[in-house]
């Protein structure tokens, strides 16, 4: 049975629910405004950034509690969260300070922190190599590549306005962008960093989910209460080129999005109707809702 962590970033809590009845399990206070999530590689901990508290908290997820948090002088609206399991590291940005905090996960101690040189520096991803980290900058437009072993700034290529949400094609290697101020997808070549196709999206994009497969993603549109799909093989004029197939409603101000380990469904939460969607991945509709706290955001699948 597993288990959906959302966090509820007006009313400072974190929600276990069941991910198949969607009976809240329990709820549990944080610091001011909670925004992201991410969980250790055996499940035992959840990594939650408050943002407007400048802290990150460490939950342990079978007392379901706040066992520690850290905080810093340069957190200033700390944002995404990404593990690199292959080194037992949790990388951090900060959006205000546009500085990259790496931990270690075992003795959750700060290892290092930098800056990325660029403005607003608010989501971290990895790729399937977890050699490279990739960090979306709302402020520059930009994309921030850094080897991840040396912990060096390698490329800063341009993307769309508002870059936010940001994934990397585990079969191709491509970086995939949302742009939320030019309601555009960037995919860039993972190699050579060019913009190789767009794709019109829904009004404000602000996250990109691929499936286990890595045959779809899902681009929850913030301001269209919809979210978007894209084929990742689809043919256009000959050429394969990522593509949306489908626009799914689901409930006001979507943004959190998370697939189930098998990829039969996905779980967006709704940040202003206060619930999650689920969405079964057959059909690519949205066959359910479960309640959640106030203005839900941030999402994570505990198996």
């Known amino acids: 049975m597993g288990e959906l962590i959302v966090l509820n970033k007006d009313e400072d809590t974190v929600s276990y629910i069941d991910a198949d009845s969607g009976e809240t399990l329990a709820t549990v206070e944080t610091d001011f405004n909670p925004h992201e999530i991410a969980l250790s590689p055996d499940g035992a901990t959840a990594y939650v950034t408050c943002s407007l508290g400048n802290s990150l908290l460490f939950l342990d997820n079978e007392a379901r509690e706040v066992r520690d948090r850290f905080e810093h002088d340069l957190f200033e609206f700390p944002h995404g969260l990404a593990v690199r399991e292959s080194a037992g590291e949790l990388w951090l940005v900060s959006t205000y300070s546009s500085q990259v905090f ?5 003795t959750e101690d700060l290892l290092e922190t930098f800056p990325t040189h660029q403005e607003h520096s608010h989501m971290v991803t990895f790729g399937p190599d977890e050699e490279t980290a990739y960090i979306a900058n709302i402020g520059s437009d930009s994309v921030t590549l850094v080897d991840a072993d040396e912990r060096r700034v390698v490329a800063d290529p341009p993307v769309g306005e508002g870059p936010e949400g940001i994934a990397v094609d585990p079969d191709t290697g491509e970086i995939f962008v949302a742009n939320q101020d030019d309601d555009r997808l ?12 767009t794709a019109l999206l829904g009004e404000t994009p602000v996250r990109v989910v691929f499936d286990p497969e890595g045959r779809y993603a899902l681009v929850a549109n913030r ?7 894209i084929d990742t093989e689809f043919v256009r004029d000959g050429e394969r080129q990522p593509w949306e197939v489908k626009r799914i409603p689901v409930g006001i101000w979507p943004g959190g999005t998370v697939f189930e380990p098998s990829g039969e469904r996905a779980f967006v939460a709704n940040n ?16 359910e809702r479960f309640d959640a706290g106030i203005h839900p955001d941030g999402i994570a699948y505990l198996e």
């Open 186 to 197: 960037s995919v860039l070549n993972g190699e050579s960093l060019d913009e190789t196709s």
């Open 102 to 106: 790496v931990f270690d996960l075992e």
């Open 272 to 287: 202003k109707t206060n619930d999650v969607s689920v969405i079964d991945t057959d059909s690519f509709e949205e066959v």
């Open 223 to 229: 301001e269209g209460d919809d979210v978007s799909v």
